[in-house]
């Protein structure tokens, strides 16, 4: 497939009525890849597949569902993470994370997801601030919060308040508990990639793909535009650059004109460097 085709599948899947989170992740990776086929997404869902067959069935409460999972990802098959994985585009993409079983949290706690969920458990992503974790237990009941990073290791209430605390210096509200769901959860992914990009001066090609799919879900931050443009400008691209500028104007010239007419002004500046 080409990439047109990657993107307009990954926007079509994005619209959908239930997205396919483990899809649409896959479809990172092909984005990230260039050349990837279609074997490599059908094997990773093949994968997902096979550790959820590994599980007990039905091993019982929310805990119970909690340990069986660690205990077959974390302490079997060895998926976890370490300060390294920080470094890696790989840690993001999530065929690479099955492959190498290691990655960041947010990916690990989307093979915790995927597998737990294809076996039947009540499961979901909790995004906590800096850190993402699983819940297992119905939406709306006290969860029971495991951290796949740490291979699955069952969280307190009070490792969970203390995650928030090191990443925020405030306390855990119970709003932060709340179910993820796959589109929050696929842009924060892509925010990832976009942050561990824009450290990288010469990945701003990996740092354009990332907003252009975060600009492909129904919602997302307008100011994506901007940074679309200014990475646009950065490569050289200076008349796409220009009307990514006017588009970004043209939508905040009704909340800020002054903004708005600064935006223009960068615009006009960026058409003049082609003379």
Do not use: K, N
């Given at each position: 497939?080409?990439?047109?085709?990657?993107?307009?599948?990954?926007?079509?899947?994005?619209?959908?009525?239930?997205?396919?989170?483990?899809?649409?992740?896959?479809?990172?990776g092909a984005e990230a890849e260039g050349a990837v086929d279609s074997t490599v997404i059908d094997t990773a869902q093949v994968e997902l597949?096979?550790?959820?067959?590994?599980?007990?069935?039905?091993?019982?409460?929310?805990?119970?569902?909690?340990?069986?999972?660690?205990?077959?990802?974390?302490?079997?098959?060895?998926?976890r993470g370490a300060p390294a994985d920080y470094q890696r585009l790989e840690s993001s993409l999530l065929h690479e994370v099955l492959r190498r079983r290691r990655g960041l949290p947010i990916l690990l706690s989307v093979v915790w997801m995927e597998v737990a969920r294809r076996a039947g458990a009540p499961v979901y992503g909790v995004a906590l601030p800096g850190h993402f974790v699983v819940g297992f237990g119905e939406a709306g009941a006290e969860p029971v919060l495991a951290d796949p990073f740490e291979g699955g290791r069952v969280l307190s209430g009070n490792d969970a308040e203390l995650l928030v605390a090191g990443a925020t210096g405030a306390p855990l509200h119970p709003s932060m508990l709340r179910p993820a769901s796959p589109l929050d959860t696929v842009?924060?992914?892509l925010n990832n990639i976009r942050a561990w990009a824009a450290a990288r001066p010469e990945k701003s090609g990996v740092a354009l793909w990332a907003v252009e799919l975060s600009l492909l879900l129904?919602?997302?931050?307008?100011?994506?535009?901007?940074?679309?443009?200014?990475?646009?400008?950065?490569?050289?691209?200076?008349?796409?650059?220009?009307?990514?500028?006017?588009?970004?104007?043209?939508v905040v010239d009704a909340v800020d004109r002054g903004v708005a007419e600064r935006v223009r002004v960068e615009a006009r500046g960026a058409r003049a460097r082609l003379n």
């Open positions: 497939m080409t990439e047109s085709q990657w993107r307009d599948q990954f926007a079509e899947e994005a619209r959908a009525e239930r997205p396919d989170l483990a899809l649409l992740c896959l479809l990172i597949d096979r550790l959820a067959g590994l599980l007990p069935y039905r091993p019982g409460a929310p805990l119970a569902w909690a340990r069986a999972v660690g205990e077959l990802l974390g302490e079997r098959c060895g998926f842009l924060r992914i129904p919602s997302h931050p307008a100011r994506l535009r901007y940074e679309r443009a200014q990475l646009l400008l950065q490569r050289g691209e200076f008349v796409r650059g220009a009307v990514e500028l006017e588009a970004y104007a043209d």
